[in-house]
């Protein structure tokens, strides 16, 4: 008797301390060291290796290799047979915004800011996470020529809005030419009605922001002559972003379809000594690749897809394949929540329709628009330093069978298909739960059918 | 004129016309007394006294004299000259105090051009230069919902119903706010008694509101309409509004400190703006989810704003944080509706059905948090859905002092007029609520409303003729 009873207790003493043990991991998983083993790893930097690990220590890579062994206290997770890949990134999205993705009402307005109005909990956040995407940029739609600043968000499901924003991101500008911005199949009511309107309303616009430079240069030298009745010119929240473009402080996206336009943007951008960092969609980029490589522009565009618009009738699924062998640099967009969960599928369409190779592809969605972001010193690619943003899937993310198994940033597991299905089970509780209070508190109250979430009219569409 | 017209008249006719004068002036005159007829002494005797400044009295009385408390207690002597109301059965209040509303606003026709110019296509299409275009977007103020210097009290109509129906509830004060555009103007605190608004005004302006769903519609489409049309334009507008009104302030310093100097331009808006950016005056805008709170911290951080928040519909998931930024709360009343809809397979979102179903159970959970907030009905129609959300947020476990108190001291604190109002004291201006017993009660009907010492007799509001008939009728 008194012999059980020990086992007993010993037993006890053993779980309590497994379950402190493993209370210590859950915290280490969170804030300190994490190996992940014996997964193929696609680092998109310096190609793949077959059997290796990848060593996570404060949010960061630490270390990638074929034999890293597990420091004591790490968490490990055992991704054997599986892939792990850098967290994705969509270069163009309008995910995570409150109260309208255009503020259309002026044909230019710079002064409106996506990052005052990011909302924590657009779903698409978390549905994003679920198709290996890490860091998003969500922009001010394509309805006026200059639009509002975009920003780089890192997908952080849970945390505020200013837990979403990627630190350090260089601040961008949203340009748009073509139909969208001439309103086009819309009722028409705001200048630009043309392409040449549009060129117009860009160089004014250019010309304003050169005027009220020196309006401020003008007064500093008068305060600095201490001059007493020096008035300080109104700070105007339209011009400032366009001067920061003016003095390279912040990066283009110029949203155009046709090659025309394009080549409209790059004369006028050498006119005003500023980069077009990126053309978005530039479906017709492939007819004026020598122009735009030279200019040093990146073309950030779909996989396939044409024809939904007059501007889009010269598009092809060849368009990222042939700026990249002509020396430049093209990514892939999703401008659409949904599409925006299989990018890696978008990506390897390059592989058939133009034939790059396995890391081209997927640099894409990864380094490319790291590089287009002016983030690639700290995603986009698995090398020790870069923060651990990463995606473990069950097969090659360039294949059609691959789920995302984990999503990972900072070294912090944010989807887990796992924990993903035991949390569908207890929002369904607690919807029960919440749907017997509200009858309780209203019985007068209709009654609700509960039949699945009206699943098709909530399927997120291309901004085009 | 007048004379040689009378001259002209026979004998009788003159005689007639002197009698009926004589008529209409003994009416007129007779009307006049009834008013000033009206006791400016009372007693109000046998009540269960509520002061919210001490322990409840069980039987005691009230003097009110000129509109003013004279005394209060358990054994107060009755003056000679006092008309007496025996509230036995009846338990007194002191006045509830809706610190933000819209009760008797009708915000005049220029209030209204604000908003009508989002129905205003602007200029057509084809126009010759970009400038003048975009200069023609931007209407003046009172187009562009920039009407700081309004003040409420300007645009309240005395005879509006529904300053009755919320002094059928118990309400005796007010804050009410302009709303329409993004600077609607500025608070006026009002006691809900009249006729004439001169009577009425305690505080012709306490606030400022910004209002960052000033359009209404929310998301800005593609085009169209008057900027800002979007949240992310209506922020930027706010930005740019206050960054002018600093700079307006500095030009003009500059231009009355040193001759020579350039005069600035006069704006009635950005003059009146001044106070917000002193700190003066505090600054109202309204939030309800986490992230709207967050947007209105960070703008009042960057500006340094005197920030009141209002809403705060879920702000118990960031109570912690108006807590430790002793940020003071209007909290509004407001629950959520259930979706309307005809569709037999709609299914709620969860979420929304989380707010609703969650929504009474906020103001207990911003008490428990140690938040600063008065109950606010900001605009809902029937001031008497205000007084049973109380009720409801009171079964969701919200302390039944922490609501009365929510209702009368914390507000007066907040509008720095604790030492007039609040509270059942002597000095204190005489707003008195006689109810039939707990004021938070749905049974519970108010019997008298005393308002700066007028009595109101709060007659049952008539099931309107409309209501059963009208609109639910058969066949429909």
């Known amino acids: ?464 | 004129m007048t004379l040689t017209c009378m001259r002209s008249l026979s004998h009788r006719a003159r005689w007639r016309i002197y009698t009926l004068a004589c008529m209409a002036f003994l009416i007129a005159a007779s009307a006049q007394p009834v008013k000033t007829e009206e006791p400016l002494v009372f007693a109000i005797t046998n009540a269960k006294i509520i002061p919210v400044a001490g322990a409840p009295i069980e039987k005691g009385s009230i003097v009110v004299r000129r509109g003013i408390i004279e005394a209060v207690g358990a054994n107060v002597t009755i003056p000679p000259d006092a008309r007496v109301i025996d509230a036995a059965g009846l338990t007194v209040y002191p006045g509830l105090i809706d610190a933000f509303s819209d009760i008797g606003l009708e915000e005049s026709t220029a209030a209204r051009g604000a908003a009508a110019a989002t129905a205003t296509p602007a200029p057509g299409r084809g126009a010759q230069q970009a400038q003048p275009q975009q200069q023609s977007n931007i209407p003046p103020d009172e187009r562009q919902g920039l009407t700081a210097y309004r003040r409420a009290f300007e645009e309240i109509n005395p005879a509006n119903r529904k300053i009755e129906s919320a002094r059928a509830v118990g309400i005796t004060t007010t804050l009410v706010m302009p709303r329409r555009g993004f600077f609607p103007g500025q608070g006026s605190l009002v006691n809900l008694s009249g006729p004439e608004i001169s009577q009425m005004v305690i505080k012709p302006s306490t606030s400022f509101f910004i209002n960052l769903a000033g359009r209404g519609g929310g998301g800005g489409g593609g085009g169209g309409g008057a900027y800002p049309g979007s949240l992310m334009g209506i922020l930027a507008f706010v930005k740019q509004t206050l960054l002018d009104a600093d700079q307006y302030a500095v030009a003009w310093n500059i231009y009355q400190a040193t001759p020579g100097a350039e005069r600035p331009e006069y704006s009635r808006a950005l003059e009146a703006l001044q106070p917000v950016l002193k700190r003066e005056a505090f600054v109202i805008l309204a939030a309800n989810s986490p992230a709207e709170i967050q947007r209105a911290l960070d703008l009042a951080e960057s500006f340094k704003l005197n920030l009141v928040l209002m809403g705060c519909g879920e702000g118990g998931k960031v109570a912690s944080t108006l807590k430790s930024r002793n940020i003071p709360v209007l909290l509004a009343v407001k629950y959520p509706d259930r979706p309307a809809t005809t569709d037999p397979d709609f299914r709620e979102e969860l979420d929304s059905l989380r707010r609703r179903v969650e929504a009474p159970a906020n103001a207990a959970a911003l008490a428990k948090a140690g938040v600063r907030f008065a109950l606010v009905s900001d605009d809902m129609a029937n001031p008497r859905d205000f007084i049973t959300n109380v009720g409801r947020a009171i079964e969701a476990g919200l302390d039944r002092d922490v609501a009365l108190r929510a209702l009368t001291l914390t507000p007066a604190e907040l509008l720095g007029v604790s030492d007039r109002l609040g509270t059942i004291e002597k000095n204190k201006t005489a707003n008195l609520v006689l109810a039939t017993g707990d004021i938070f009660d749905q049974k519970t009907r108010v019997k008298y409303a005393f308002v700066d010492g007028r009595k109101f007799d709060i007659v049952e509001p008539q099931p309107s003729p409309s209501g059963a008939a009208g609109r639910g009728g058969p066949g429909r």
Request: a neutral charge.
């Open chain 1, 1 to 464: 008797m008194p012999n059980r009873f020990k086992i007993h207790i010993k037993i006890l003493f053993i779980l309590a301390v497994l379950a402190m043990v493993c209370a210590a991991w859950a915290q280490m998983g969170s804030s300190g060291v994490v190996l992940i083993k014996d997964a193929t790893i696609l680092t998109v930097s310096h190609g793949n290796i077959a059997k290796g690990s990848i060593l996570i220590r404060d949010g960061k890579i630490a270390a990638v290799g074929p034999n890293l062994t597990a420091p004591a206290g790490a968490a490990v997770i055992d991704a054997t047979g599986q892939f792990v890949m850098p967290g994705i990134i969509d270069p163009h999205s309008h995910i995570a915004i409150a109260g309208g993705i255009n503020e259309g009402t002026l044909a230019v307005t710079s002064m409106v800011a996506i990052e005052d109005v990011l909302d924590p909990t657009d779903i698409n956040i978390y549905r994003e996470l679920a198709g290996g995407v890490t860091t998003t940029l969500t922009m001010h739609g394509s309805a006026n020529p200059i639009g509002g600043t975009n920003a780089v968000i890192k997908l952080r499901w849970g945390k505020d809005a200013k837990g979403l924003l990627f630190k350090g991101a260089k601040p961008t500008l949203k340009f748009a030419l073509g139909e969208n911005v001439k309103r086009s199949g819309a009722a028409a009511t705001r200048y630009p009605a043309t392409r040449m309107g549009t060129e117009d309303v860009i160089r004014t616009a250019f010309i304003e922001a050169r005027d009220y430079m020196r309006a401020w240069d003008e007064y500093k030298k008068r305060v600095a002559a201490s001059d007493k009745i020096a008035i300080p010119p109104k700070k105007d929240l339209k011009l400032e972003p366009l001067v920061e473009v003016l003095r390279g402080e912040r990066t283009t996206n110029v949203h155009g379809y046709r090659a025309d336009e394009m080549l409209m943007m790059l004369r006028l951008a050498d006119e005003f000594g500023f980069k077009v960092n990126s053309f978005e969609h530039g479906l017709e980029a492939y007819k004026i690749a020598k122009e735009i490589v030279a200019h040093g522009a990146i073309v950030s565009t779909f996989s396939d897809g044409w024809a939904y618009k007059i501007e889009a009738y010269d598009s092809i699924p060849y368009n990222a394949a042939i700026i990249t062998r002509k020396g430049g640099m093209a990514c892939i967009n999703s401008d659409s929540a949904e599409e925006a969960r299989h990018l890696n599928q978008e990506a390897a369409k390059t592989m058939k329709y133009g034939g790059l190779s396995e890391q081209e592809a997927l640099a894409l969605v990864t380094l490319n628009p790291a590089k287009e972001l002016r983030i690639d010193d700290r995603v986009g690619a698995i090398d020790p330093g870069k923060d651990a943003d990463l995606v473990i899937w069950n097969h090659h993310p360039l294949s059609v069978y691959a789920v995302a198994q984990k999503t990972m940033i900072d070294g912090e597991i944010y989807f887990d298909i796992q924990k993903d299905q035991e949390m569908r089970k207890r929002t369904e509780e607690e919807r029960k739960s919440l749907e017997a209070l509200d009858k309780k508190n209203a019985p007068q109250g209709r009654g609700r059918g509960s039949a699945p979430d009206n699943f098709i009219n909530k399927i997120p569409h291309r901004q085009d």
